[in-house]
């Protein structure tokens, strides 16, 4: 059975906050992969319904959720379904949750934070790199991993910041840019064409300084395995344009 927060009250009127860091980490996994697929349109009631606002008094349990499980995902796809771990991937980083968004909490320590997002590497080459067809067209979520975690991570630093000039972070932020920046260098190496791609999308939307280099060594690597419209979207990543 799906756990529910104690502290939402179904029968009030008030607005409801649901206190992701009360879950223990086997509710966690229960509550966004044990759950009927219902499909895009449905989604967001599935995880929503009666429910205003996703909140953690305490980001760090949520952070050290998201890094168990992506150790431990190569597991979780045996226990669940494919569709049933891609439902509740895009809950877990979309669908107005954003669990993602506590990593690039400064209360948070750093350091688990960096670990966290290190983490991420393993659901690429465990089972990412297992996978077959077009990364792109299989609806799976692995495909704008790294599309929203660069995201979420600017749209916290714009708060200061207001651009997306790596120059203009300061220290602890930039710390949290150079750790994804290796950990996409560590998927683009590994020697599978679908992990590439999605960590070539990683760059296009990271911004950081090294990226460009990255892509275009790649590139220069593997134009020529490319249809000229693929070469244009990997420089659109190098370029820093891609959608």
């Not at 206190?19 to 223990?24: E, K, N, V």
């Not at 449905?42 to 995880?47: R, V």
């Not at 669908?95 to 688990?112: M, T, Y």
Request: some cysteine.
């Amino acid at each position: 059975m799906v756990p529910k927060d104690p502290n939402v009250d179904d029968s009030s009127d008030e607005w409801k906050e649901f206190d992701l860091s009360a879950l223990t980490y086997p509710q966690f996994l229960e509550y966004f992969f044990d759950r009927p697929v219902v499909g895009d349109e449905n989604e967001y009631d599935l995880f929503r319904a009666g429910i205003d606002s996703f909140v953690a008094s305490d980001p760090a349990t949520v952070v050290r959720h998201i890094q168990a499980m992506c150790q431990g995902l190569a597991r979780l796809v045996k226990v669940y379904s494919l569709e049933q771990i891609t439902q509740g991937l895009w809950a877990i980083f979309g669908a107005g949750i954003e669990c993602h968004r506590f990593v690039f909490d400064p209360s948070v320590d750093r350091q688990l934070r960096i670990e966290c997002i290190e983490s991420m590497y393993l659901p690429f080459i465990d089972v990412v790199a297992r996978m077959t067809g077009d990364i792109r067209e299989d609806g799976s979520y692995y495909w704008m991993w790294w599309d929203m975690i660069p995201q979420s991570f600017w749209a916290k630093a714009r708060r200061t910041t207001r651009s997306d000039n790596y120059s203009d972070l300061n220290d602890g932020q930039r710390l949290m840019a150079d750790t994804m920046s290796h950990t996409l260098s560590k998927i683009l190496a590994i020697g599978n064409r679908n992990c590439q791609l999605c960590a070539l999308h990683g760059f296009g939307h990271l911004h950081h300084p090294q990226g460009r280099e990255i892509v275009q060594r790649y590139l220069d690597e593997h134009r020529g395995e490319f249809s000229d419209e693929y070469v244009k979207w990997i420089e659109g990543c190098r370029d820093g344009r891609v959608m």
